[in-house]
């Protein structure tokens, strides 16, 4: 049995009248919106709730998946210690889980829990449940830090796990919109706030999931969204499936967006597969990409293909432009993979004979030396995008008035710590910004002085 509806839900603990004590009236939609959902679950009889929450535990690059067979919570932190629950867990549902994920090199399990105790994004869904429902088990599912995909293939994982043990599950996806929606609200404004609302509204009322994956960080990040990875591990859930989506509420009186859908399947729709059909387009775009990209890119994927395949370092193709074979610098080689950073090694000034020397060696340090990755997989190859920034000769400047962040990189020296930083990078964009990264690479304090150079860069992708 697959999985029998799904709910988009906020929460805020104000909308607890033991937390809120009368000013939950504020946002009386939401309130009467919630109580549809516990209705709707209510009519529904699930053996088991599934929720995903922002606010159970969280690692950067792992989802968990709270254990045990009981767990307890209160609103105890709220100042309504009153407010409490005793829940049972789906102990076999959450063993299946874990056992696909891992066979599907998944990073997600029940290893790594902090804080046993129920947390405020699953208990305000649960005080709305627990009025009209009672009988079910529960499956509390952590976000991560890995990209969208990775959580949409958890969906993935859930659904299958439902299906292998033919549980009557249905899926509570919790998360806040844009905290930043008004000028009097706790977190302030941003122009973002009000656009990701708006979309992600749009996209939950027409249920046009593969959407989802349209985000950039940096939009969501400024529009200090909450809930977004929750509703792609929903998202997932629902994979290759029709839904009758229902758009419930959504205000934004208290400067928080607050938003509620229901979605109920009716049957099967392959063309509804929006991780596979992402996929396909950014493999095909990989490969559009390295069909048109230059000497310099060509050379890197050369290197870091040879390696990862046959664990050989290329020799130097005849053929080669002279600055790659006449010239010497240094030279960084980024590999992003689905918009993320996957490895990046470079070296300042010149260490090899040549410049293709030089960009050959970075690439393979790139793809299995950077400290912060594991070694690139075969399987990865297919969705890699390879940048080569050439570097100019560097120069001393007497202060950060002679930087540009968009048009020179930045290197800091203090003693023997050094410390660089490529211009025009995304996220990064104030001078202050880039020293500070670069001193942070460097192991250098913030109020330490440093020598200052800036050099230029050529960027091949």
């Given amino acids: 049995m697959a999985i029998i509806a799904a709910y988009m839900v906020p929460h ?52 968990h998946i709270s254990p045990g067979r009981s767990t307890e919570g209160s609103f105890a932190r709220f100042r309504a210690p009153q407010a409490r629950f005793r829940e049972e867990y789906d102990a076999e549902l959450v ?65 299958r796990a439902v299906e292998e043990t ?22 302030g404004f941003a122009p973002e706030g009000p656009q990701y609302d708006a979309r992600i509204m749009d996209i939950c009322e027409r249920a046009a999931f593969g959407e989802l994956f349209d985000f950039d960080e940096l939009f969501c990040e400024r529009a200090a969204e909450c809930g977004h990875r929750s509703f792609v591990i929903m998202a997932g859930a629902l994979d290759g499936t029709a839904v009758q989506a229902e758009r419930l509420s959504h205000e934004d009186v208290t400067g928080v967006g607050y938003g509620i859908c229901m979605f109920h399947p009716t049957g099967k729709d392959d063309s509804r597969r929006f991780l596979d059909s992402r996929q396909r387009e950014q493999e095909k775009r990989v490969v559009e990409s390295r069909a048109k990209c230059d000497p310099w890119v060509r050379l890197a994927w050369q290197s870091i293909e040879s390696w990862v395949r046959e664990r050989k370092v290329p020799a130097i193709l005849d053929g080669l432009p002279d600055e790659l074979t006449q010239c010497r610098a240094g030279a960084f080689v980024s590999i992003h993979k689905q918009g993320r950073l996957r490895g990046c090694i470079g070296t300042i ?18 793809a299995a030396c950077d400290p912060r990755f594991d070694p690139i997989r075969l399987d990865e190859l297919n969705w890699l995008e390879i940048n080569v920034d050439v570097l100019g000769e560097p120069e001393d400047i007497e202060s950060e008035s002679q930087l540009d962040v968009k048009h020179y990189g930045v290197i800091v020296t203090k003693g023997h710590r050094r410390g660089l930083l490529l211009p025009d990078l995304e996220g990064v ?20 002085k440093v020598d200052l150079q800036r050099f230029e860069v050529v960027r091949h992708t």
């Fill in 349 to 366: 000034a010149p260490t090899q004979g040549s410049l293709a020397e030089e960009i050959i060696h970075n690439a393979i340090s790139a």
């Fill in 166 to 187: 033919g549980r009557r599950t249905v899926f509570v996806a919790s998360g806040d919109l844009s905290h930043k929606l008004q000028s009097y609200g706790p977190y």
């Fill in 95 to 159: 063993k299946t889980i874990e056992r696909i994920a891992i066979a599907r090199s998944l990073p997600a399990g029940t290893r790594g829990q902090r804080d046993p105790g129920l947390d405020h994004g699953t208990m305000v869904p649960l005080y709305f449940i627990r009025q009209v429902y009672s009988g079910f088990r529960l499956v509390r599912v952590g976000l991560s830090g890995l990209p969208l995909e990775e959580h949409y293939r958890l969906g993935q994982v859930i659904r």
């Fill in 429 to 448: 964009d104030t001078v202050r910004q880039q020293v500070e990264i670069a001193k942070q690479k460097a192991g250098i304090g913030p109020k330490e």
């Fill in 12 to 63: 805020p603990p104000m909308i607890v009248p033991a937390v809120g004590r009368g000013s939950e009236r504020q946002i009386e939609a939401t309130r009467a919106a919630y109580m549809r959902v516990a209705e709707d679950i209510a009519a529904l009889s699930p053996e088991t709730i599934i929720f995903s929450s922002p606010h159970a535990t969280m690692y950067a690059d792992y989802f």
